[in-house]
């Protein structure tokens, strides 16, 4: 067996250029969703952190649960690694398993044959070749 084949270009992309351009792109692409997924999710952790201390969650921002870990871990938050914990949990959660289960969902509905309005009556050839009648 070759183990190079893995690093072989496929024999029906036109050029090692456009080839590696794809992957490129692909790669650039997967990072930027990784980003946005760890921005989304450090943005609803502050959000979770500032509503479980009473105070207006939206004026969060990025850096509101960075700032409520430091506090904690400088001692002016006592009793607060629970929240801090809980928080990036949910943050985590929301942020990144929401849209992936939802991507998931997506992916998984197509090439799927729709179920709604394709029932219908067996024929009788149908019934007989079947061998129930």
């Given amino acids: 067996m070759d183990t190079d084949d893995r690093f072989r270009i496929p024999p029906e ?3 090692p250029v456009a080839h590696h351009l794809r992957v490129a ?3 650039v692409l997967a990072l930027l969703m990784v980003a946005a997924g760890g921005l989304a999710s450090l943005w609803l ?17 990025l850096a509101g649960w ?11 938050m006592p009793r607060g690694g629970n929240r801090l914990a ?3 949990l949910l943050g985590v959660l929301v942020g990144v398993g929401g ?7 997506l992916w998984e509905r197509t090439g799927r044959r729709r179920l709604y ?11 007989r070749a079947a061998g129930l009648l």
């Avoid at 952790?45 to 921002?61: D, K, R």
């Avoid at 960075?66 to 002016?76: F, Q």
């Avoid at 849209?99 to 969902?105: D, R």
């Avoid at 309005?117 to 019934?127: L, M, Y």
Wanted: aromatic content about 10%; charged content about 10%.
């Fill in 99 to 105: 849209p992936a289960m939802g991507l998931y969902a």
């Fill in 45 to 61: 952790a502050s959000f979770f952190v500032y509503m479980t201390l009473q105070i207006n969650p939206l004026h969060g921002g």
């Fill in 117 to 127: 309005g394709s029932a219908r009556f067996a024929t009788g050839a149908e019934i």
């Fill in 86 to 88: 809980g928080a990036a």
């Fill in 25 to 27: 792109v692909v790669t």
């Fill in 66 to 76: 960075l700032d409520a870990l430091l506090a904690w871990r400088d001692g002016l």
């Fill in 13 to 15: 992309v036109a050029s």
